[in-house]
């Protein structure tokens, strides 16, 4: 009987652990899944303001004056001149800010993603161990229902009034 009562005592402390773990999985693949989102969202963002940045690189080389030199032949007077340098430190400052953007949300896509990709294989790897730690759970119950077999009625229905075994 000693041996019923280590064996149950075990399965029931196999049985908590498993039922605690599987709470953990689930947290860690739902973390998982908004750190997918993230990055989703993140990837996204980066193709914008990758856009962006097309977009300003061709409006610069299709305007009139898309170089130091241009203006300085374009230009009609010193002061025409003064304002396409202008434009062109604008524009220069504007790609700078877009090229700096990109940048961050290119890290923080990668980022995002990484968090995503290690959230989930910690979730699936707990969820391997978890898929063992049940299977030895079945087998624990098993070899318990085998030994309850084995006892007499007097003995079984002795055994269950003594507390030890808690019906489910």
């Known amino acids: 009987m000693a041996k019923l009562d280590k064996l149950s005592q075990q399965n029931e402390v196999l049985a908590e652990q498993y039922n605690k773990a599987t709470a953990d999985v689930k947290a860690q693949q739902k973390a998982g899944d908004a750190a997918q989102r ?15 940045l097309s977009r300003t690189v ?13 203006a300085l ?7 025409t ?5 202008s434009t062109m430190s604008l ?17 923080r896509a990668e980022t995002a993603q990484r968090t995503a990709t290690e959230l989930l294989a910690a979730a699936q790897a707990k969820a391997t161990a978890l898929d063992k730690q049940k299977k ?15 006892l007499t009625a007097t003995q079984q229905a002795t055994y269950t009034n003594s507390g030890t075994v808690r019906r489910r």
């Open 73 to 79: 032949l374009t230009s009609s007077d010193g002061q």
């Open 38 to 52: 993230e990055a989703l969202s993140a990837a996204t963002d980066f193709d914008k303001a990758r856009a962006r």
């Open 58 to 70: 061709t409006a610069e080389y299709e305007s009139a004056a898309f170089s130091h030199a241009g």
């Open 136 to 150: 030895k759970i079945e087998s624990d119950t098993r070899k318990f229902t085998d030994l309850l077999a084995t």
């Open 81 to 85: 001149y003064l304002d396409a340098l």
């Open 91 to 107: 524009i220069s400052s504007h790609r700078a800010g877009i090229v700096s953007q990109i940048k961050a949300v290119h890290t």
